[in-house]
């Protein structure tokens, strides 16, 4: 019934589960022939360890498709084992060989169980001494082999029970030492008692063997009181402190367990009360593992069923017959149920007489109920359900109500759980009656709701999921007729499960319990009606269940009520922000289902709620008096009345005293504060665009109090929604209590909001310049009407970088640009208008300016590039504008405007990350494919619309590097976006992702190389090239990957049209760059990186060669071991590439140098080696030279050496 919360919460958009699309059914066994190709192919592959992984990856992946219909595979069960068995017992394989085999074996019996593998296994007489001595074999400690030890013993459990006497097999043959071979019975009792003791799963099945082998008429009768009496001495003295202990003490209770199981009851009814004594007495239920303590209750319930006789209950009550053939006779007219009366198996309570046992079963058994482990307490619930149905009724009833007893106020949330388990086994075994369930029903319906706060979280969603499980089990136990009486608690408490429960596990379990009780009972109200729009999948989206499915149950008057009294009894203060915040809005969605309802009872009770002690009661029922009366308000404006007509006027002062009362009691402070600050937002918000007559109130500068200081405070709460709430606040207070009749704003009211906010734009707080900021964009356009210009310039100085506290302003200044485009779009475009006003001719270009400046933000600090989030706003910013100004006046759009805006969102569409990339990329393709009209002034508009077309306008992702990259790289043919298209490639090319690198050089290089032959568009590169480096001198987020991709062109002979021209000015000025690059550099990175370009550079001839061998000498002697070991490799493979660097007869010396020395030790003792390779490559010793800092450092400590030296004479000849 439970289903995993953290398996189901994944679900789509449609509010169906990902699960359903990836399910299938299968209808056969579809992989016979893989499967025994697999097990044929084992003898050839045992021994190859990476061939063995992949077959049993393989064989595992084909069988547990199969888990959930393992029926599937049972025609071939019996020729899969034999086939495997063949290999197995085969005498001859290597060991390898057959562990392989009975792995395969475990895997069948993982997916079937271990029940239908048993019983196709060989169980001849002549397979007892052969798997017995398999079996003798195995290392109990290999931790390897453990699935061939696990399928032996289950082998070795149908082979024991052969029908003949095991001593017949005793062949009383004589060992080497001359003594009597041990008996069979022996051996097999040895072996599975050695199993209990293990770690692995070979126990289970070890536990299973002994059930089975001593319940054998012969083993019974010879060996079973000593093995009871050695599992009771284990169990006394096993040492519950330590691991082997309490593995030894797991396996002997399973053993006992499945024993007391598979056994007879006369057979051990003798045993039952001397192993229920030795149980009771090792107090095993205060055990710490649970494991332990379920197998305690499993043994407990066995002993139960012992002591008491197999029977069915002759006071049950039974939904109709057991009979099919009866049912299909049975009249209609006939009554469904009865009790028992006449089968065989019954017999009277009075003739049958229950020991004293029994009591201290039933006792441990609720104790178990109580268990902190749900394995426990389900255990329990079935050893309950198992020994009550063989109970006289009296006694029985006594158990019903000792479980009852469970669900009080002072038990914990186990026992309510574990009281829900075991009133659903009772019920569906006909064992509560009917005249029990007014007493049943109840607590039910309380366990549906059940839920207890926990510090920040809460208890009792397994007490919910199994409340469910219980109206599950009574749907199929009890007559229509017989809940009649309940089934509108029942139904409305599941239908509010369904849609209002927290966890999806619960909805889900609401649901089939809904949807069981329809189809069994047929009496729940519009229940197909519900299950259709409520079913499984539906559910499983927590905001559908809330805002859209409850609303179409509360069509149904019957739900209607009851679903807005849950929302207001417990999900209004629950403790969970999320879910009171998703009530006030299905509140809000409700109203129109109960609008008088709403107005009259529900709204008057939250009033003295909202400004309550309790904070959860308060937050939410601030946020449910809000959208409850917008939807009163909507309401009201359909029926043509107003708010105070709805409302009435006592509620109307109610909800003016919340804001009053929370200011005066300083209630927006602390912890507190920080909840309740965005709820008051929200509340404000509602109440404004609500319309009510508070108009010229005092509560009104309350409320833009309280705004502001969100606004301006709102950053020192962990909670980042505060300041967005208040800014949401503004626009609907302004618009209902700032405006005239003839749309303008009120006297004063301008002056006193837009001053104050633009004087805080100038405060020294990132957060609360942020605030303001976007509170000016959110401004009505009344508001701002008149002071658009000085408004425009507060928040174009906001944009602008300053020093030092670039990185920290950086959020204010995304804000400030997101401010200006919502500033366009609110105040319009008139080119004849005032710039106090409108967009016109004399702003345009200031606004234009301030967003082209924002695209140059390259903020860094801790968090990365930052400057992204100024840069994508500003991005946006264009788009608006640029559309906005197209639709109103094209000609505004200049020239220069057009150039400048294409050239930056070109070179954001090639840069490195992705989701800029993105932004940028669509934000182009739009603006060129814009029609109405069409962008005017656009620089090769032919060219662009033909790289790209509008068809390909919505498959192409600019995210992805390897869809972005081959377009964006075509229009480096056009002259205009040369620069910035390459300066945006620099860092991607030289980026550190790998599919980013990979993608840009790859588009790079095949446009390079289409121009290869073309000496003129070679020289526009490689000119823009070197104008980019010159530019960015020094910028290391440039010029490093402008150094690696430098390398990369290089390297794949890019430039090979310079080399044919000795003296080219390219590699020369490229040279002077490179040089003022590395110029007093201490950047390891960067001089790592400038190695790889100069001797790239040793492709160029003459003077370029000899200075690029200077400098990659120099860098012998660096000051850096890493910087001289890489240099030394760098020029080694450069030596090799290029012949005419070193003369014939001598490169074998110079190889030998740069791969032999020791270029980590002291510059001191490498730099003769470094002058002797100067010397063989004909080129120039580098030559120290001192600083002017180091010459007048060493100039005075000369003097200072005088002067000590003159003042230690004086000392000296004075005679001191």
């Excluded at 079935?382 to 006289?392: A, C, D």
């Excluded at 012998?1116 to 760098?1130: D, I, S």
């Amino acid at each position: 019934m439970a289903v995993d919360a953290d398996d189901m919460q994944e679900v789509g958009a449609d509010g169906h589960d990902v699960l359903e699309r990836c399910s299938v059914i299968l209808d056969t066994f579809a992989e016979v022939k893989e499967v025994k190709e697999l097990i044929g192919n084992l003898q050839d592959i045992y021994n190859d360890q990476i061939s063995v992984e992949l077959a049993v990856e393989q064989f595992t992946e084909i069988v547990s498709k199969y888990q959930e219909q393992p029926h599937l595979m049972d025609p071939h069960l019996q020729g899969f084992l034999d086939d495997l068995l063949a290999i197995a017992r085969n005498p001859v394989a290597p060991p390898a060989l057959s562990h392989l085999a009975f792995k395969f074996m475990y895997l069948i019996t993982k997916v079937t169980g271990y029940k239908t593998v048993v019983r196709l296994l060989p169980h001849e007489v002549a397979d007892v001494e052969p798997v017995l001595a398999l079996l003798v074999k195995q290392n109990p400690t290999d931790f390897e082999t453990w699935e061939t030890r696990y399928m032996l013993l289950l082998w070795m459990s149908i082979v024991s029970m052969i029908p003949f006497d095991l001593a017949r097999l005793d062949s009383h043959a004589r060992t080497e030492s001359g003594q009597y071979k041990q008996p069979i019975m022996d051996r097999i009792l040895e072996v599975a008692k050695s199993y209990l003791d293990v770690s692995d799963k070979s126990r289970d099945a070890a536990a299973y063997l002994l059930s089975k082998f001593l319940t054998r008429p012969d083993v019974k009768a010879q060996r079973l009181p000593a093995f009871i009496d050695w599992a009771l001495t284990v169990t006394t003295k096993a040492d519950r402190e330590t691991m082997p202990g309490l593995i030894a003490l797991s396996g002997v209770l399973s053993s006992l367990a499945l024993l007391f199981k598979h056994g007879k009851r006369e057979d051990l009814v003798d045993y039952a009360p001397i192993v229920l004594e030795r149980l009771s007495a090792c107090h095993i239920a205060d055990a710490n593992g649970s494991v332990l303590r379920k197998l305690n209750i499993k043994l407990v319930q066995r002993l139960g069923l012992t002591f008491l006789k197999a029977r069915i209950a002759s006071w049950r009550y039974q939904r109709g017959s057991r009979s099919l053939l009866d049912n299909l006779k049975k009249d209609k007219d006939t009554p469904q149920s009865k009790t028992v009366s006449t089968d065989a198996e019954m017999i009277d309570d009075e003739d049958y007489d229950v020991p004293e046992e029994i009591e201290e079963v039933i006792d441990l058994l609720l104790g178990g109920l109580k268990d902190k482990d749900t394995i426990v307490r389900w255990s329990a619930a079935k050893g309950v359900g198992r020994i009550t149905g063989r109970l006289p009724q009296e006694l029985a009833d006594q158990v019903v109500a000792s479980v009852l007893e469970l669900f009080s106020h002072g038990e914990s949330d186990a026992a309510w759980h574990g009281g829900c388990l075991s009133l659903a086994e009772l019920g569906r075994r006909g064992l509560i009656l009917p005249q029990r369930l007014p007493e049943v029903v109840p607590v039910v319906l309380k366990a549906l709701t059940y839920d207890e706060k926990r510090g920040y979280s809460s208890v009792g969603a397994h007490v919910r999921d199994g409340a469910c499980y219980v109206c599950w089990s009574f749907a199929r136990a009890y007559d229509p007729d017989i809940l009649g009486p309940h089934v509108n608690n029942i139904a409305t408490a599941l239908v509010i499960a369904t849609v209002y429960d927290r966890e999806v596990n619960c909805r889900r379990a609401a649901s089939a319990a809904f949807q069981e009780n329809v189809g069994r009972q047929g009496t729940f109200p519009h229940g197909i009606d519900i299950l259709t729009t409520a079913d499984y999948f539906a559910v499983g989206s927590r905001t559908n269940t809330y805002l859209n499915i409850s609303l179409y149950i509360a069509q149904f008057e019957e739900y209607t009520k009851p679903l807005i009294n849950h929302l207001i009894q417990y999900k209004v203060n629950h403790w969970d922000p999320a879910i009171r915040e998703l009530s006030s809005r299905a509140l809000h969605n409700l109203t129109v289902k109960a609008p008088e309802y709403m107005a009259q009872t529900i709204l008057p009770s939250l009033i003295p709620l909202a400004t309550g002690i309790d904070l959860n009661s308060r937050h939410g029922s601030v946020l449910a008096v809000a959208e409850i009366t917008h939807a009163l308000y909507n309401i009201a404006v359909e029926s043509k009345k107003t708010i105070l007509d709805v409302l009435g006027a006592s509620t109307v002062e109610g909800l003016k005293n919340i804001t009053i009362k929370m200011h005066e009691g300083k209630m927006f402070r602390g912890l507190s504060g920080e909840i309740m600050r965005p709820a008051v937002c929200k509340f404000i918000e509602k109440l404004s665009l609500s319309k009510l007559p508070f108009h010229g109130d005092d509560i009104i500068d309350i409320w833009q109090d309280i705004i502001d200081d969100n606004i301006q405070f709102g950053h020192q709460f962990v909670e980042q929604t505060i300041q967005d709430k208040a800014i949401a606040a503004l626009p609907a207070l302004c618009n209902e209590y700032y405006r005239m009749d003839d749309g303008t704003v009120k006297p004063n009211i301008q002056e006193k909001v837009i001053n104050k906010y633009l004087n805080e734009l100038k405060s020294k707080e990132d957060t609360s310049k942020m605030g303001f900021a976007l509170a000016l964009g959110a401004l009505p356009k009344f508001m701002v009407d008149g002071k658009f210009q000085e408004v425009l310039a507060g928040l174009i100085q906001t944009t602008h970088i300053s020093g030092q506290d670039a990185a920290k302003l950086v959020e204010a200044r995304r804000d400030a640009i997101k401010s200006i485009g919502e500033l366009c779009k609110t105040m319009g475009v008139d080119s004849n208008g005032s710039s106090s006003h409108t967009i016109c001719k004399d702003n345009i270009s200031d606004i234009y300016d301030a967003l082209h400046v924002a695209m140059k933000d390259y903020t860094l600090d801790s968090r990365g590039d930052v400057g992204t989030w100024v840069r994508e706003a500003s991005m946006t910013g264009l788009y608006d504008l640029t559309t906005q100004t197209l639709r109103s006046d094209p000609s505004l759009i200049t020239e220069n405007i057009c150039k400048t805006t294409l050239c930056h969102l070109i070179q954001q569409s090639s840069e490195k990350i992705d989701r800029t990339r993105g932004h940028a990329g669509e934000i182009l393709v739009k603006l060129l494919h814009f029609d109405e009209p069409p962008l005017p002034h656009v620089p090769h508009r032919e060219e662009l619309m033909k790289i790209f077309p509008s068809s390909e306008q919505e498959d192409l992702n600019w995210c992805a590097p390897s869809h972005a990259f081959p377009k964006i790289t075509q229009v480096l043919s056009c002259q205009t976006y040369q620069y910035h298209l390459l300066l945006g490639l620099t860092v991607s090319v030289g980026g550190l992702t790998e599919s980013l690198v990979k993608y840009s050089g790859q588009s790079l290089l095949t446009y390079l190389r289409s121009i290869s032959d073309d000496e003129e568009a070679m020289t526009s590169f490689a000119d823009t090239l070197l104008t980019i480096f010159k530019e960015h001198q020094k910028v290391d987020r440039i010029t490093i990957p402008m150094l690696k991709m430098l390398d990369f062109i290089m390297t794949n002979d890019c430039f090979e049209i310079f080399t044919r021209q000795e003296g080219h000015p390219f590699p020369l000025k490229l040279l002077e760059l490179m040089k003022k690059e590395i110029e007093k550099c201490g950047d390891p990175p960067k001089l790592l990186a400038s190695i790889d370009v100069f001797c790239g550079m040793i492709q160029f001839s003459g003077v370029v060669r000899k200075k690029s061998l200077f400098q990659l000498l120099m860098f012998l002697c660096h000051k850096y071991p890493k910087v001289r070991k890489t240099t030394a490799n760098k020029l080694y493979e450069s030596v090799l590439t290029y012949d005419e660097i070193v003369e014939l007869e001598k490169q074998d010396e110079v190889l030998t140098i740069l791969s032999e020395t020791q270029w980590d030790e002291a510059v001191k003792d490498i730099r003769p080696i470094r002058n002797n390779l100067c010397d063989l490559m004909g080129i120039s010793r580098p030559v120290i030279k001192a600083s002017a800092k180091a010459k007048a450092a060493a100039e005075k400590k000369e003097d200072n050496e005088d002067e000590m030296g003159s003042y230690k004479d004086l000392v000296t000849r004075l005679g001191y």
